[in-house]
């Protein structure tokens, strides 16, 4: 019915009104249909954000309580990084930490989260040991969850670097490596990329920063061409190419680990760092990348996360397609601006 009207109001307008206030009306529907189109889009981001985020410190799945702890724990360990660390700085963090550590034990046992949250909780102990405060009370909490942990590692706290090391492993000129990325949209037919390749990419991204060091990411892997070309056929920027990829990893960061309003954005700057970090991660292992966007509807991001598996509370920041590179092949140059219009030295 109301596409029924809309075909007849256009109908009437081109027959009976000027060409100029045609053109007028089409550009005042449009604005409408953008404004309408946004409102939408907005709200339903809005309704997730709430639904799914950690702002209410409800924590009522496993991934916002692991959020709150690595959180508090990372400021244990932010301070204990510090030249003068304060003696008993952050005691309130602690014990946040402590009850929900003991929440998280209880629901869901001990794994590594609970274990470098601990070996934080003993750092920070045995700091203000030195300084002179024995807190036996701090103690006393921190054996009964470490009894509990069974499991003993030894991540967590404060590590002693040396700049001659870093140095040793990081100084490079990395400028070829850097200028050697293109995006790939030929990829060698047939050659299917070994699923261990993009575990250790994925181990490599994985130190990626990300806010308190939450890690909110996952990367999920497709390589059946039934799947792949169901994603892609979702998914408007790899006509051409898309169906030549051996794997399509669709990357998300997972709403439940953001926990305040001032944080609603977060989940897409550490999702397209981490892309970043995985797709140069690939491209050092020799295999060929091209990012793909997910700008899509509401409805086709809820497609996609119902046919693959995700849930409501990830976003998805964007696809990565990988495959092998052939012998000789075309990229587009994408020649970068004038360093002059980005850097801007105040
Ligand atoms: C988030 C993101 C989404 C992208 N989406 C697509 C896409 O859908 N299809 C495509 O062919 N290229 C896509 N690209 C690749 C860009 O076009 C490309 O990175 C840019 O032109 C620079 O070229 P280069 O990667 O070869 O240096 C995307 C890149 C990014 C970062």
């Given at each position: 019915?109301?596409?029924?009207?809309?075909?007849?109001?256009?109908?009437?307008?081109?027959?009976?009104?000027?060409?100029?206030?045609?053109?007028?009306?089409?550009?005042?529907?449009?604005?409408?249909?953008?404004?309408?189109?946004?409102?939408?889009?907005?709200?339903?981001?809005?309704?997730?954000?709430?639904?799914?985020?950690?702002?209410?410190?409800?924590?009522?799945?496993?991934?916002?309580?692991?959020?709150?702890?690595?959180?508090?724990?990372?400021?244990?360990?932010?301070?204990?990084?510090?030249?003068?660390?304060?003696?008993?700085?952050?005691?309130?963090?602690?014990?946040?930490?402590?009850?929900?550590?003991?929440?998280?034990?209880?629901?869901?046992?001990?794994?590594?989260?609970?274990?470098?949250?601990?070996?934080?909780?003993?750092?920070?102990?045995?700091?203000?040991?030195?300084?002179?405060?024995?807190?036996?009370?701090?103690?006393?909490?921190?054996?009964?969850?470490?009894?509990?942990?069974?499991?003993?590692?030894?991540?967590?706290?404060?590590?002693?670097?040396?700049?001659?090391?870093?140095?040793?492993?990081?100084?490079?000129?990395?400028?070829?490596?850097?200028?050697?990325?293109?995006?790939?949209?030929?990829?060698?037919?047939?050659?299917?990329?070994?699923?261990?390749?993009?575990?250790?990419?994925?181990?490599?991204?994985?130190?990626?920063?990300?806010?308190?060091?939450?890690?909110?990411?996952?990367?999920?892997?497709?390589?059946?061409?039934?799947?792949?070309?169901?994603?892609?056929?979702?998914?408007?920027g790899s006509r051409g190419f898309g169906d030549?990829?051996?794997?399509?990893?669709?990357?998300?960061?997972?709403?439940?680990?953001?926990?305040?309003?001032?944080?609603?954005?977060?989940?897409?700057?550490?999702?397209?760092?981490?892309?970043?970090?995985?797709?140069?991660?690939?491209?050092?292992?020799?295999?060929?990348?091209?990012?793909?966007?997910?700008?899509?509807?509401?409805?086709?991001?809820?497609?996609?996360?119902?046919?693959?598996?995700?849930?409501?509370?990830?976003?998805?920041?964007?696809?990565?397609?990988?495959?092998?590179?052939?012998?000789?092949?075309?990229?587009?140059?994408?020649?970068?601006?004038?360093?002059?219009?980005?850097?801007?030295?105040?």
């Amino acid at each position: 019915m109301l596409k029924f009207s809309i075909a007849l109001t256009r109908r009437i307008i081109g027959k009976f009104l000027p060409q100029k206030s045609k053109k007028k009306i089409w550009q005042l529907w449009r604005r409408i249909r953008v404004v309408k189109d946004s409102i939408h889009a907005y709200l339903h981001d809005l309704s997730r954000f709430l639904r799914w985020s950690g702002i209410w410190r409800k924590y009522s799945n496993r991934v916002q309580l692991r959020a709150i702890i690595t959180a508090n724990f990372h400021g244990i360990e932010k301070g204990l990084s510090l030249k003068n660390p304060r003696p008993g700085f952050g005691s309130g963090h602690v014990y946040d930490l402590v009850s929900g550590l003991e929440k998280y034990q209880e629901e869901y046992g001990s794994d590594e989260t609970t274990r470098y949250a601990i070996n934080a909780l003993i750092a920070y102990y045995q700091f203000n040991l030195i300084q002179g405060t024995d807190d036996r009370k701090l103690y006393e909490q921190i054996s009964k969850l470490a009894e509990k942990c069974g499991k003993h590692c030894s991540a967590g706290g404060a590590k002693q670097v040396t700049r001659d090391n870093i140095h040793r492993a990081s100084k490079r000129d990395l400028t070829g490596f850097f200028e050697s990325r293109h995006s790939i949209r030929q990829f060698a037919a047939d050659v299917d990329v070994d699923l261990k390749e993009i575990e250790k990419a994925v181990r490599m991204a994985q130190q990626t920063p990300s806010a308190c060091n939450r890690q909110a990411w996952k990367v999920y892997v497709f390589s059946k061409d039934e799947d792949k070309k169901r994603i892609l056929s979702l998914q408007k920027g790899s006509r051409g190419f898309g169906d030549q990829a051996s794997k399509i990893l669709v990357i998300t960061t997972d709403l439940g680990n953001f926990l305040s309003i001032e944080e609603r954005n977060q989940a897409w700057v550490d999702g397209g760092m981490f892309a970043m970090s995985l797709v140069y991660a690939l491209h050092s292992l020799g295999l060929g990348t091209c990012c793909l966007h997910w700008c899509v509807r509401c409805e086709v991001d809820q497609e996609l996360k119902k046919f693959a598996g995700i849930t409501d509370a990830e976003l998805v920041p964007m696809l990565v397609a990988v495959g092998h590179l052939p012998d000789e092949f075309m990229v587009a140059q994408s020649p970068r601006r004038d360093i002059k219009d980005m850097l801007v030295f105040k």
